[in-house]
């Protein structure tokens, strides 16, 4: 029995906004009115480089990330329906949450937040959502 091949429409979407991809992966595809957005570090999308100036910026930096790729599919932070939070010391939750907070609000998405033991480039926070129209 052949296998019947599933064609799903989606876009990329890539923006100055948000640091280029480091690897082989979009920094955001849509299909349909659902955006899938890979994780975001805290690299500076001007500079190239990584933001370490205490997790409080690190995280800043990684939502205004995020931020740039709504942006450039036409959303916002009001459309994030989930997010996923990889940090590498538990302890920084706490910080992490009061910048977290700043930018969802009393609109928070559904979310898991997880403790690794390492980040791409030595990051120590990375943030991917799930956003919809």
């Known amino acids: 029995m052949r296998k019947k091949e599933l064609t799903i429409e989606r876009t990329r979407i890539k923006t100055q906004l948000a640091p280029a991809a480091i690897g082989p992966y979009s920094q955001a595809v849509m299909v349909g009115d659902t955006l899938y957005c890979s994780g975001q570090i805290p690299i500076d999308p001007k500079t190239g480089h990584m933001v370490t100036d205490g997790i409080e910026q690190e995280t800043i930096r990684v939502l205004e990330n995020l931020e740039g790729v709504l942006t450039a599919a036409g959303m916002s932070m ?21 910048i977290y907070a700043r930018y969802f609000g009393s609109n928070a998405p559904a979310r898991e937040a997880v403790e690794v033991s390492s980040l791409p480039r030595a990051a120590r926070i990375e943030i991917s959502c799930v956003a919809v129209r």
């Open 78 to 98: 009001e459309n994030v329906v989930t997010c996923r939070v990889y940090m590498v010391d538990i302890n920084d939750y706490a910080r992490i949450n009061e």
